[in-house]
């Protein structure tokens, strides 16, 4: 009897070890929702925040470093949620948060709300044309085009604060 409670009791811990090492999707899915200080993606693992408008004061001294940057969402993908815009003040653009193939998927309701972000800003392929950023509509979604700024930041991992 007491070998039999050992073995369950060892099984039970090789599933939870199993169950907590699992890798986090940068993915997320309708209905993941990432409000209320939920994290998504990776893990966020810098504490220092880089401010947006040091980074695009001069982007090639931040191209390809993993940074962590922090904003207000103030704009998203109209369809699949693709992409997110970061407020940079009213005398520039926003700062669009997308990676190069569009999969990380923003969702809805974080418009409004400040995020932290790790990722890398990345330079966008000058030869990408129009179409190349068209993504592929599915049915009933609004036809859009995605934004193709010189420079994108390319996240990892995201926490929307609440």
């Known amino acids: 009897m007491k070998l039999l409670k050992t073995i369950v009791l060892g099984i039970m811990v090789v599933a939870l070890a199993a169950c907590s090492t699992g890798e986090k999707s940068a993915e997320m899915t309708e209905d993941t929702h990432a409000t209320d200080g939920k994290a ?11 401010s947006i408008d040091d980074m695009m004061a001069a ?6 470093k993993t940074v962590v940057i922090s904003g207000k969402v103030i704009g998203r993908c109209g369809g699949s949620g693709c992409w997110i815009s970061l407020d940079r003040g009213p005398d520039s653009e926003g700062l669009i948060v997308q990676t190069a193939d ?19 800003l990345q330079l966008r392929d000058p030869y990408a044309t129009a179409e190349h950023d068209e993504h592929e509509m599915e ?14 930041f ?3 991992g995201l926490r929307i604060e609440a």
């Open 40 to 50: 998504v993606g990776q893990e966020i693992t810098i504490a220092d925040v880089t």
């Open 59 to 64: 982007p090639e001294d931040y191209l390809d």
């Open 102 to 120: 569009k999969s990380f998927i923003f969702p809805e309701d974080c418009v409004d709300h400040n995020v932290t972000i790790q990722g890398k």
């Open 139 to 152: 049915e009933g979604e609004p036809d859009h085009v995605c934004p193709n700024p010189e420079y994108f």
């Open 154 to 156: 390319s996240p990892s």
